[in-house]
Each structure stands twice: as structure tokens, then as C-alpha cells.
């Protein structure tokens, strides 16, 4: 396993708007369709408006989370006039970029998302993905305007039920902190140095180069924590703590303070040490969800290369 | 002019929920619901959730803006099957604490508010409202952990649209930066801080206490810019440019940055030299508003007492 050789990666498609109040992704398809398609590279690169019903509604869906239809069971799920505008269209884009799992895939997709948590640039991918861990480590190497970090997903491929697991290769692209029906220059432009840096990788790998092995640090999704939440009502009953809020990706102890209540007494983590992310974040309160925890490994890639013609 | 006297302040109403996605308001009515009703004080509070509907919805409004609802014009319009939701709302809320002009209208609304600009506290009410003024001075005076600003209204008293206008000496209260639909700790604090420094200030008038007169800066809302757009499709051509954002009431002079386009250039404010507010909210995108203008202003106030009983 010292060196991966795959096909060439020449179908890439852009997103933006599977959820439609991030704005980041839904102006930056605008850019590169005016910026990108005279450009003669050895791929070809399709800009795609995923859920236009939530765009133009400035929400993040209509009926359902649209991030979460890609899994083999939605995509193959017979449509009626009852399914959601979601589920129909889910199954429409994997007609266009799909199907999921086949070779008729495209080779890479890359889905730009924001967030209202301090995550800077994060690359979220499944464990299996070699070719998205070596673009996620040129990107760390390359971007320093913001930290850049690499988000791991470990169920089972039929079962991951977001956009990027539909083409070969498939990334998601996460930039925060901004706030949702908001367009943050400073979010827009890292958003924007990750996809030209991730094109720029891809023209590079086609080319021939090698990409060495190396070691990454991902962190691999693992639990979660809701709010405190009155048990009748089911409404907050404490707020992310201002020594948690913003620190996403810092070690989270048993007994470090993780909530406030509206009163002002400290509600301290209970549990064992690990990485919180998505703290805060204004799109999962109706998943109860907190923040995320994550387990930090670092993981030995194989050198990577296009497959030489035979 | 130098000393003022007033009616006691019995009937103090603090208001959230106006904007349903406006979180710290809406869970600090909840926390002053449990703290603040066995208090013996000199005046009665009452706390009302002004529009439940969008609250539950988590969304600004469901069919108008809540806080454009309160002219004399709206309040007395005849309702039908097709008047907006928060038109009826606003109406009925009139009565509980207005009507607005008269005598029967409360002495104190506080509406609390939330942006996405980094705004930190700013109290906002009409240029005639001399207690909502020494108010004003007095959480200046008092409130460190933020700034404590003062943004006025001009406009005939009839025309204002806002909720506290109802009221006989209503401020809003406007608290950020903080992502629509989302609580932060920093933010809920800091407006908690300014309504129980504002309840202690009114308890204080109350009692006799005599305000001294003097100098307060004022932010007058003058004029507003719209991000630049394309002319055929009106979509965002540019974001506020990162040496603007975040850098409210910064003064904002001819020449400086004020967008950056979508691929990179920067875009310059032309105009007098004015104080930016509200910078890049993201309700007002669709008011065609990437930020307010104001002039600053220094008021010499009047000093202000509770009159004596005659």
C-alpha cells in the first residue's frame, strides 16, 4: 500500500445550495461560472445549484434536509405526490452526477457548506476516500489564511446520506463561522481559496505528479451533545459556554465547562476527553445537537498517483 | 430646559419574540419569567412574546416584518381575512399595552433585539424620549463588557413602525453579533446586563432619585447603502468588504473600502463621511440595506426627576 495508482479525475462537479442560507457556495457557483469555463484543463468542471427551492427561500430546505437524501435507500425510494421536494430532488441530482456507486459517477464532487461554528476550513470526507485525504493535506499545506482540518466519516458507504457520497471521490467543503442568509467576505474568500486550491490539485494530479505519503490528523465524528433542555417544554435551558463558544477543535476534559443556563450557572462536560465541533451550530438545534465530538487519529497515507495508460 | 419632571414609571413591559429568530430576547423573557415576579419593586413588569408564531417557526416573520406594524396608520386599519398575521398581532398587542399615544399606554416598553452586525449594545427610541436618553446614560455609565451606543429616530411619532413606540417612553434594545436562530452566551449576557441595569434605573426614578443633566453621543439614521447588484437578476454582485465589516459605527469616509466583488476587487464608498450601523444584518438584505448611515451628534440633556406629588 505504498502506492495507490487511480484513473484520471475528469469529471469534476462544484455545488452549492443544498442548503440554501449558505451563502458562501451559492455566490461562489455564480464566480466560477463567470471565472472558469474558458480555462483549457484536462477535466471537466460543472457548477450545479443543488436545492434552487431553499436558495430562493433563503432556508437551509423546503420539506427536508437535503444532505441527508444521498443514501442508497432515498435515491431508489419510489416518489409519490407526498415525497418531499427534497427526496425528488435528490434523486433528480443523482440522475445528473450519479448514479451513487456506479462508474458513470463523476470522479469528484466537491460541496461547499458554511457554518455558524469557528471551523474554519474543514474537509469532510469518508475514511475509504484516499484521493480526498491527499487533496485535504495539499490544502493544509497550501491555505494559511485559516486553519484547515480533515472530518472523517466511517459508516458504511450506501449509508452516508450526504451529496459528495454520490461521485467517486467526493468532499464536502465546510467554512465558518457565518451566519446563515449572511455572505461574510472572509468566509466567501476562504471558501473560494479552497475550491481553486482543491481544481488546482486535481490538474496537478491528472498532469502525472506523485503525491507523497504522509501522516494526517482527522478527526473521526463519534457522539454528540444536545442543550440542556427542560424536560416538559423541551426548550433551552442553557447556552453553549463562552470558554466552549468559538474553540471548536480544542480537547474537551471531563469537568471542563460546556453550558451556561440562562441564570448563569456553569453545567460542566461529563464524558470522556475529545474534540468538539459544530459548537453551536444555528442549523442543529432541531437535531439536538450541541456540538459534535470527535476522536483525534493520525493516519498514514500511501503515495497517490494517476494509473499510467496500459 | 434644566430640569424635568415626570410621572412615575408603574408600568414597565419587556418585549421579545418580535423577531422570531432573534434568540437572546426570546430566552431572556423566559429567564425574567422565573427571577423577576416575586420582586417587590415600585413598578409592575410584565413580559410578553410578541410574536409567538414566528417564534415557533424560528423565522423572522411569517407573512410581514412585526416591527414595521406599529403606525398609527396600521394599528387602526381595518382588519379582513386577508390582513397579514402580524398586522392582527400588532393590533392586539396595541391593546394590551397601548393604545399608543394615549394615556392607558404603558410608561416602558423594552424590545429586545438581536443583529448580526457587531453592533454590542445600542439603544434605540425617538429624539424626544428624554428618560429613554437618561436611561441610555446610565447603562453607558454602567455596562463595561460592551459598548453602549445610542441610535435615534427623527421621523414624526405617528409614523414610527417600531413596538416601543407604543409605549410612552419605549426603547429597543438591540444586542450583538449573534447568527439569526442562534443563542450565544457573550451576546444573551450582555442584553441580560442592559434590561437589569435598565430595571434597576427606572426602580432609581422611581424612588426620587435625580438624574443630573449633560452630554450624551448620538447616532441619527440618516441615510442607507444596498449592496451592489446585478442590474437583471438583483443577485449580490459583491459582500461588505472585511475592512468594513464588523467595524460599526467606524466612520466611513469617501474612498474608503466599502464591497468587494464576488471575484476579488474592492468596490469604494463615495459619500459624505458618515457612521456605518447595522453592517451586513442579515434581515436586510431583502430591505436592500448592506448597511445604515448615521450622523453623530452630541444632545445636552436636561436633568430628570420623577415629579413631586402636588
Redesign the interface.
Known amino acids: 500500500m505504498d502506492h495507490l495508482g487511480f484513473k484520471p479525475l475528469s469529471r469534476v462537479a462544484v455545488c452549492g445550495g443544498t442548503h440554501g442560507n449558505e451563502m458562501s457556495g451559492v ?2 457557483l ?2 466560477l461560472q ?2 472558469q469555463p474558458e480555462r483549457v484543463r484536462s477535466f471537466s468542471l460543472s457548477t450545479l445549484l443543488v436545492n434552487p427551492r431553499a436558495v430562493d427561500a ?1 432556508r437551509r430546505y423546503t420539506e427536508k434536509d437535503m444532505n441527508r437524501c444521498f443514501t442508497d435507500a432515498l435515491l431508489s425510494a419510489p416518489t409519490t405526490a407526498t415525497t418531499p421536494y427534497e427526496v425528488t430532488r435528490a434523486q433528480e441530482v443523482n440522475g445528473q452526477l450519479g448514479p451513487k456507486g456506479s462508474e458513470k459517477a463523476v470522479d469528484l464532487i466537491c460541496d461547499l457548506h458554511n457554518t ?1 461554528a469557528n471551523m474554519g476550513l474543514c474537509i469532510i470526507t469518508h475514511v475509504s476516500n484516499w484521493l480526498g485525504l491527499h487533496l485535504f493535506k495539499y490544502l493544509q499545506e497550501k491555505i494559511t489564511s485559516a486553519p484547515v482540518r480533515l472530518i472523517l466519516l466511517k459508516s458504511p458507504f450506501s449509508e452516508v446520506y450526504s451529496l459528495e457520497s454520490v461521485s467517486k471521490h467526493g468532499i464536502a467543503l465546510e467554512a465558518g ?1 457565518q ?8 468566509i ?2 476562504l471558501m473560494r481559496e479552497g475550491v481553486n486550491r482543491a481544481l488546482e490539485w486535481v490538474e496537478s494530479f491528472n498532469s502525472g505528479t506523485v503525491f507523497e505519503g504522509g501522516e494526517v490528523e482527522a478527526y473521526f465524528d463519534v457522539d454528540k451533545k444536545d442543550y440542556p433542555r427542560d424536560p416538559k417544554t423541551q ?2 435551558t442553557a ?4 470558554q466552549l ?1 468559538d474553540n471548536d477543535f480544542c480537547l474537551l476534559k471531563h469537568g471542563d465547562p460546556a453550558f ?1 443556563s ?3 450557572e456553569t453545567i460542566c462536560y461529563e464524558g470522556e476527553a475529545l474534540y468538539p465541533f459544530f459548537v ?1 451550530e ?2 442543529y ?1 432541531e437535531q439536538n445537537t450541541a456540538f459534535k465530538l470527535a476522536q483525534r487519529e493520525t493516519l498514514l497515507l500511501p503515495a497517490v498517483s494517476v494509473q499510467k495508460p496500459q
Open positions: 455566490y461562489l455564480k464566480e463567470v471565472s433563503c455558524t463561522p451566519p446563515h442568509g449572511v455572505l461574510r467576505a472572509d466567501y474568500n426548550e433551552l447556552a453553549i459556554h463562552p463558544q451556561v440562562l441564570s448563569g453551536n444555528g442549523a438545534y
